[in-house]
């Protein structure tokens, strides 16, 4: 009887989740279909205007401020919870307000980045697709009625739809979304729904016409040991954590900056981006747009190509995409990381006397697990974008870069789930924005006993050398 009652669990255990399976492979692939049709407009449409600024009978640039003082005053009247890089309004939204966003987010980000990005603004276009996958993800859980819980994991489908069809790594995409709002924590009942997503938006975003570029660095056929090649990599590792600090610190301090000065917010961004357009004048036009080319460069296997990018590069991007955001531009943040993090790959490369190609994949991938808390996305992204052989590596630089940035993101809306040392005590289960950091003396204490006890040693092997010569 017990035998019988057993089965009979088991079997309506499996059935349940067939069940389960199967809404979730359905729903996921339609939000993924749909996300990756809009997507494909947005890029389409970008595309076109980005090739349209030589109809300008002047510098594209110069559109700047206006297009900055056009951008906020759209954002602020149709839809205010569309300002900034999108992705932390997307993650905010999801943990205060179960999921909940208004479809108007997804015409005015779509209109708002591409008058930013074609007038020059130093911002991504990752960022919108996200939150225009979320959106419209949300309006049709909504629409259709959908529990708390199904219409936040439905929104988080929708942001790993958008980020695999701009970014054009299906499953690096797809873990992206779902690592990104909680920090040192994987939802595992969301990556089914979230990878099929992905790969639906991938495949129809192809099915547009959206084309993309991968990288695949020859370097070695093999993971070979070699031990002076390992150390550059975890320095790498170090430099590029100090990096993705210098891009937290530099994007936080800036906006706050401009949130303290006082005048009409119209003005406030047309000022802004005559600020932009001087500093323009000053360093070149460089560090404006999306720097896609600047990228491809830094990757590039010749040394005549990467050697023309100035070590200096990774610190105004920075800058340029601070104040692009600060002043109200509409963008993501992530295609100015991976800029950041190839040129100043680029830059250590060249440091070390290393292979450049490498450095710079190296920091393509590593800035951005220290910037966004997500290195197993990076870690497959490296994977998906430049080959097996360097994402051996690549591991090592990223978890290094991740811990060498501490409690501190580019998306303060995330949840601590963990603490990344010992010594640090800070409460979980808390945003980053509302952590509060302090130190044990446990960790100094310790350093300090081994010190001393290798100094003992040492002095003591000195002492007994020092005896033996005399006897």
């Not at 089965?7 to 067939?18: G, P, R, V």
């Not at 070699?226 to 301090?253: E, P, Q």
Request: hydrophobic share 50%.
């Amino acid at each position: 009887m017990k035998n019988d009652s057993n089965i009979q669990n088991h079997l309506a255990e499996q059935t349940i989740m067939f069940a389960s399976i199967t809404k979730w492979i359905i729903i996921s692939s339609l939000i993924g279909g749909l996300v990756g049709a809009v997507v494909s407009l947005f890029l389409k449409l970008l595309e076109y205007c980005e090739n349209s600024r030589d109809l300008l009978p002047f510098n594209y640039y110069y559109t700047l401020p206006f297009a900055l003082a056009l951008t906020v005053f759209i954002v602020k009247k149709f839809a205010p919870t569309a300002q900034g890089h999108g992705t932390e309004k997307v993650i905010e939204a999801i943990h205060k307000n179960s999921g909940k966003i208004n479809i108007s987010v997804v015409p005015t980000k779509l209109f708002a980045t591409i008058i930013t990005i074609f007038s020059g603004g130093s911002v991504g276009k990752e960022g919108p697709g996200a939150q225009i996958g979320a959106s419209l993800a949300s309006f049709i859980a909504m629409k259709l009625r959908f529990s708390s819980r199904d219409r936040k994991k439905i929104v988080i489908c929708g942001i790993s739809a958008g980020f695999a069809s701009v970014f054009g790594t299906p499953l690096a995409g797809a873990i992206f979304g779902v690592e990104i709002l909680i920090v040192g924590a994987l939802m595992y009942d969301i990556l089914l729904p979230s990878i099929v997503a992905g790969f639906s938006a991938f495949l129809v975003a192809k099915m547009f016409g959206i084309n993309y570029t991968y990288f695949y660095i020859a370097f070695y056929s093999s993971f070979d040991f070699n031990y002076v090649l390992l150390s550059k990599v975890i320095l790498g590792g170090i430099f590029f954590g100090l990096v993705a600090d210098f891009i937290i610190t530099t994007l936080g301090g800036l906006h706050k900056f401009v949130d303290m000065v006082k005048i009409n917010y119209i003005l406030k961004a047309f000022l802004g981006g005559v600020f932009i357009v001087i500093l323009t004048f000053i360093v070149g036009e460089e560090y404006l747009g999306l720097g896609f080319e600047t990228i491809k460069d830094s990757l590039s296997s010749t040394n005549a190509v990467h050697e023309t990018i100035p070590w200096y590069a990774f610190i105004m991007k920075t800058i340029f995409t601070s104040l692009t955001l600060a002043f109200g531009g509409s963008g993501g943040v992530i295609t100015p990381i991976f800029y950041v993090g190839a040129t100043s790959g680029n830059f250590f490369g060249y440091m070390v006397d290393g292979y450049i190609p490498l450095f710079a994949a190296l920091g393509f991938v590593s800035v951005l697990a220290g910037t966004t808390s997500a290195p197993i996305a990076a870690m497959i992204m490296a994977v998906e974008l430049f080959g097996m052989d360097v994402g051996h590596y690549a591991a090592i630089s990223i978890i290094i870069a991740f811990l060498m940035t501490g409690h501190r993101s580019v998306f303060p809306s995330q949840v601590l789930s963990m603490k990344k040392s010992e010594a640090i005590n800070i409460k979980l289960g808390e945003e980053i924005v509302n952590s509060e950091t302090t130190y044990t003396t446990r960790f100094f204490i310790n350093i300090q006993n081994i010190f001393i006890s290798i100094f003992k040693k040492t002095t003591k092997s000195a002492e007994n050398n020092e005896k033996d010569k005399k006897e």
